[in-house]
């Protein structure tokens, strides 16, 4: 079963409120479908979760090109082939193999992140070629996957509280774990912020996604502020130049767990901080980089070492890996108002849903996903 095409389909959603991180503004939802056809007539489906929408939907059209008339079924050649052009290669400059110049060092986040969104297709395609459902093909029995929900972004101008009605609600709707938003304002702010989401959710878990806003000395003052709330664990907690070693660091003056993983491109970084024992989840996306194979490849790695993998994001995709992975996966992350992200929502007519805290993964072969193409005319970007 040979690859013929691969298309890009960048879609986009203005936001009717814009909303804050601690690191950034968004203002849009927008997300980059890639559809991979091939001469059986059987067709993939990946997500990309990552721009500019311009630049990687371009990287994804030129990678089809190189692909083009390569097993759909050879999903390692086919990454490893991609990979490949991040790199110098010898004999390149003389044309002594079929890729092109090594691509810039300035697009490698948006190289692995179309490279992803090719390689979530292609498992997509091996699932329905065995008639199977991923998690199944992937050695899965569980359809029923525990998921939480994020919320607690910033709105200008909305009262401090306002993130424990969110997540109050999250929770009074099934979810029995919540992940809040922190670290945009100022310690005594965020702590009113996580005190009244405690009181809010009762006994659920809470998560805290702090976006990267600390050195190490100022993160022990804040886990040592919120740790009377119970806190499951801290997510990219320290700046984004900082190491493995910074998280052993904080790992050992603090007691609430770490998670880490959503921003790193590959493997090898992942590698570090799983081998450091400094975090206990390991998130990794691979809607935002490399693809369903590098995402098994770290899931792999993080079961030897007792970390627990937790994938950010995209619950109709990652879903199949925490059912493959069994007690060595926690859960996938979920939005627990659909308006959060308004595109995965409505861009299938069929996939996996959510039902009081739990992602429930149906019987079609592949992903379990079908494509509503009106959807994508009307938003294309």
């Known amino acids: 079963m040979k690859i013929t095409a691969v298309q890009a389909y960048p879609l986009s959603i203005p936001r009717l409120q814009p909303s804050w991180t601690a690191h950034e503004i968004s203002t849009e939802a927008t997300l980059i479908l890639v559809e991979v056809q091939t001469d059986a007539g059987l067709c993939g489906y ?24 390569m097993d759909a079924l050879a999903h390692l050649e086919v990454w490893e082939k991609l990979f490949a052009l991040t790199s110098p290669r010898p004999g390149w400059m003389r044309g002594q193999d079929d890729l092109p110049p090594p691509l810039p060092r300035g697009q490698r986040p948006q190289i692995m992140a179309a490279l992803g969104g090719i390689d979530i297709a292609l498992w997509d395609i091996k699932g329905k070629a065995a008639n199977m459902p991923l998690y199944q093909l992937l050695g899965g029995v569980r359809q029923e996957i525990f998921t939480y929900a994020t919320g607690g972004y910033y709105i200008e101008n909305a009262p401090l509280t306002a993130c424990a009605e969110e997540l109050g609600q999250f929770v009074a709707a099934g979810y029995r774990a919540v992940k809040l938003k922190t670290c945009g304002l100022s310690l005594e702010e965020e702590v009113v912020r996580i005190k009244a989401t405690r009181e809010a959710i009762g006994d659920a878990l809470l998560m805290l996604d702090m976006n990267a806003p600390y050195n190490v000395q100022e993160c022990i003052h804040f886990a040592r502020a919120v740790e009377p709330y119970n806190i499951f ?18 790992a ?9 993983g959503e921003r790193e491109w590959h493997r090898f970084t992942v590698r570090d901080f799983i081998t450091s024992g400094a975090i206990r989840f390991v998130q990794f996306d691979a809607t935002r980089h490399a693809g369903f194979t590098e995402a098994l490849r770290i899931a792999s790695l993080a079961e030897q070492h007792g970390v627990v993998i937790a994938p950010h994001t995209a619950p109709h995709i990652h879903g199949h890996l925490v059912s493959a992975f069994g007690a060595s996966a926690f859960a996938v992350e979920s939005h627990g108002d659909p308006e959060r992200h308004p595109i995965q929502h409505g861009l299938y007519t069929a996939g996996p849903t959510v039902r009081k805290g739990m992602i429930h993964l149906n019987n079609l072969p592949g992903l379990g996903i079908e494509v509503d193409w009106s959807f994508v005319q009307k938003h294309r970007a």
Request: no cysteine.
């Open 46 to 69: 990946g997500e990309i979760q990552s721009g500019p929408l311009p630049l990687v939907g371009r990287l994804v059209e030129q990678f089809g090109e190189i692909i083009r008339g």
């Open 233 to 250: 664990w801290l997510e990219e907690p320290l700046h984004w130049y900082l190491q493995p070693v910074d998280y052993v660091r904080l």
């Open 252 to 260: 050992a003056a603090i007691t609430i767990p770490l998670a880490h």
